[in-house]
C-alpha cells in the first residue's frame, strides 16, 4: 500500500518561529510538491523537487524554503512564521512514470495555525 | 500562467441524479487530465484520469475530454450522499511532472 505521511496533522506555532514540516514517502517516487490549501484559492504549488538536493519555485515561494537531502524526505521551511501562512499544507509523490498515466500521491496534511 | 477554471459551487443534485462537473484550461499543450475527489478535512484522491478526446468511463464516473474546446468534464451517474465533497480537476502541466489545479466544485448530493 503506498503511503505518504507528513509529521503533524495539526500544528501551532507563534509569529517568528521558524517551523519545519516534514513529508516521507515510501514509493521510490523521484517527484515531491508542497501545496497549501486556502478556502476558495485551492490548492497552490510552494516548491518541488525531482531529486535528491534539487528544488524548483512553484508558484508561491516566498516565506518558504524547502530540503531534500534523502530521496524519501521533502521538508517544508517556515523561516519566520507569519500569521498569513496559516493554512493547510500538503504534500505529494508522484513517479517520473512509464506511459502516459501516473499518478500523484497526497499525504494526508498538515493544518498549520500561527498565533 | 497556465490556469484550470471550476465553478466553485455548491452544486446541488438530489440523490440518484447525474451530477455534471465541469472545468475548463488555457494550456493546449496539456495532455493529461485528472479528477480528484476531496472530502472536508481530508486529502485529495484520485478518482479519473484522462489523456484521449472522448469519453472514459469507470463504474458510476465518466470523464470527458475535448481538446479543442480545452474543457474536461466528470459526470457522476446514480449519485449518492457518500459523493458529497469537493471535485478538484487537475491538469499536467509539463516538465518535473507538475499539475496544476483547479479551486474545486463543491458537490452536494441530497437524500
Known amino acids: 500500500d503506498v503511503k505518504v505521511t507528513q509529521s503533524s496533522r495539526y500544528l501551532v506555532k507563534r509569529t517568528g518561529e521558524k517551523v519545519f514540516l516534514e513529508c516521507v514517502q515510501d514509493?521510490?517516487?523521484?517527484?515531491m510538491f508542497w501545496y497549501r490549501q486556502d478556502p476558495g484559492l485551492g490548492l497552490r504549488l510552494i516548491y518541488f523537487s525531482y531529486d535528491v538536493k534539487m528544488k524548483e519555485k512553484g508558484d508561491i515561494p516566498e516565506g518558504y524554503s524547502v530540503s531534500r537531502e534523502k530521496k524519501e524526505r521533502f521538508s517544508l521551511i517556515l523561516e519566520s512564521a507569519s500569521t498569513n501562512q496559516t493554512s493547510m499544507y500538503l504534500c505529494?509523490?508522484?513517479?517520473?512514470?512509464?506511459?502516459?498515466?501516473?499518478?500523484?500521491?497526497f499525504g494526508p496534511g498538515t493544518r498549520l495555525t500561527v498565533l | 500562467q497556465k490556469e484550470v477554471e471550476q465553478n466553485s459551487g455548491p452544486l446541488s443534485v438530489p440523490e440518484g441524479a447525474i451530477a455534471s462537473l465541469n472545468c475548463t484550461y488555457s494550456?493546449?499543450?496539456?495532455?493529461?487530465f485528472f479528477w480528484y475527489r476531496q472530502y472536508s478535512g481530508k486529502s485529495p484522491e484520485l478518482i479519473m484520469f484522462i489523456y484521449s478526446n472522448g469519453d472514459k468511463e469507470d463504474g458510476r464516473f465518466t470523464a470527458q475530454l475535448n481538446k479543442a474546446s480545452q474543457y474536461v468534464s466528470l459526470l457522476i451517474r446514480d449519485s449518492q450522499p457518500s459523493d458529497s465533497a469537493t471535485y478538484l480537476c487537475a491538469v499536467d502541466s509539463g516538465g518535473y511532472q507538475k499539475v496544476t489545479f483547479g479551486t474545486g466544485t463543491k458537490l452536494q448530493v441530497i437524500p
Open positions: 514509493m521510490d517516487h523521484e517527484n
Open positions: 494550456d493546449r499543450g496539456s495532455q493529461s
Open positions: 505529494a509523490s508522484r513517479s517520473n512514470g512509464g506511459g502516459s498515466y501516473n499518478e500523484q500521491f
